[in-house]
Each structure stands twice: as structure tokens, then as C-alpha cells.
């Protein structure tokens, strides 16, 4: 099984809307990793929550990590077409290593 | 961009034949990274390497060997390519000198072997 869960894979969103994405780990998190990629492109990072209760923004894009659920999560407040793309989590397993999502899909209609 | 390049950026191969993938780092980063990424799989590590000469395995890391004889360059070898490799690899560092801390990516490769 996926030791990190995105959810929704997908989601379409009307330009303006707020959404989330969430990121559900089954194990102990040390640390977790917000990245972006544009369709065709690399990965570009957004925010890194390591602890509890943790709560980062980035212009409009906000995550949290809730340690005791394992889980993080990213909301866009007023989405806009420049934030279309593959969101993913990554973990901090603290053994050298990040285990990434699957990703999200996000597309924004004009 | 955390000064990272990859090459090539694209390349198609034959079963059976070598390749070679380079990552390229200017900024003197202590861990770098192989990863692919496939539809349904998402973003899986390959091998690492936490310094020169230093590396260990990721997840899928059979079929691939890996090398690090500078600071700034770590290569991915497939000995002997096979159509299940076809995939877009990424190179990735951490910045600073502390494991897992916030990992940069280059620009990608994308690999086809028929």
C-alpha cells in the first residue's frame, strides 16, 4: 500500500474558488514537503512543515500539518490559472530518504 | 533553480543498449538524488548519494547503478536499458549539508527505450 495518500487525485476548479489538497501519511511523519510541478516540467518547492500544528504560507497557498493525524494539507485561497498543475507531498522518513505522493492533478477553468 | 542541469534531456534508446544520465551541480550540495516519475506511481527514489563515492539504494533501484566521483556530478547508469526504464528521471539535491532538508530538482530527463 501507498505509505502517502494525496486526495483527490483530481480536481477542476472554476478560477476564483478556494480548494484543498490533502496528504495522508501511514506512518510517523518527521517532516513534510509541498512541491509543484507544471505539466512537462521539474518539481518546484513550495514549503517544507516540520512541526505539529505547523501552518506556512506562500502568497495565496497555505499548508498545515496536523502531526497527531498525519496528515498535512494545502489550500489556494482565489485560485487562479497559475496554479494549475501536479501538486505533491513528500515525506521526511529520516533515514535519508523522502517518499512522495502520487501527486494531485489540479487544473483551474477560466 | 539551485544550479542543477541534467543531460541528456531526452533521449531514445534500443533494449539491451547502455545509458547514461548526468546531473550537474554547481552549488556544492552534500546529497543528490535519482528519481523517475511514471503515470500511477508518482515520484520514486532510485539511488542517492550523501557524498563523494557515498551512495546507497532507493526503492527501484534494480536495473541502475549510480556513480559519484566529483562533488558535482552524480550519473545514472541503466547497464543494459529495458523497455520497462522508459520514464522522465529527475536529479534532485538537498540544499545545505543537512539530510532531507528541502530537496531541489532539475529539469528532467525523459527516456524511451524501444
Known amino acids: 500500500s501507498q505509505e502517502l495518500e494525496q486526495s483527490p487525485q483530481s480536481l477542476i476548479v472554476q478560477e476564483g474558488k478556494n480548494l484543498t489538497i490533502n496528504c495522508t501519511s501511514s506512518?510517523?511523519?518527521?517532516?513534510l514537503y509541498w512541491y509543484k510541478q507544471k505539466y512537462g516540467e521539474g518539481l518546484i518547492f513550495l514549503m517544507m512543515?516540520?512541526?505539529?500544528?505547523e501552518e506556512k504560507s506562500h502568497e495565496k497557498i497555505t499548508a498545515k500539518l496536523d502531526e497527531k493525524k498525519q496528515q498535512s494539507s494545502l489550500h489556494i485561497t482565489a485560485s487562479q490559472p497559475s496554479h494549475a498543475g501536479i501538486y505533491l507531498c513528500g515525506a521526511d522518513r529520516r533515514d535519508d530518504k523522502i517518499i512522495f505522493g502520487k501527486g494531485t492533478r489540479l487544473h483551474i477553468l477560466p | 533553480d539551485a544550479g542543477i542541469t541534467q543531460s541528456p534531456r531526452h533521449k531514445v534508446t534500443e533494449t539491451g543498449t547502455p545509458v547514461t544520465l548526468r546531473c550537474h551541480q554547481t552549488e556544492n550540495h552534500r546529497y543528490m538524488y535519482w528519481y523517475r516519475q511514471d503515470p500511477g506511481h508518482g515520484l520514486r527514489l532510485i539511488h542517492y548519494?550523501?557524498?563523494?563515492?557515498?551512495?546507497d539504494k532507493g526503492e527501484v533501484s534494480d536495473g541502475y547503478s549510480v556513480s559519484r566521483s566529483k562533488t558535482e556530478d552524480f550519473l545514472l547508469t541503466l547497464e543494459s536499458a529495458t523497455s520497462s526504464q522508459t520514464s522522465v528521471y529527475f536529479c534532485a539535491i538537498s540544499a545545505g549539508q543537512v539530510k532531507n532538508y528541502e530537496q531541489y530538482f532539475g529539469p528532467g530527463t525523459r527516456l524511451t527505450v524501444t
Open positions: 506512518k510517523t511523519l518527521y517532516g
Open positions: 512543515l516540520q512541526k505539529g500544528g
Open positions: 548519494s550523501y557524498g563523494v563515492k557515498d551512495t
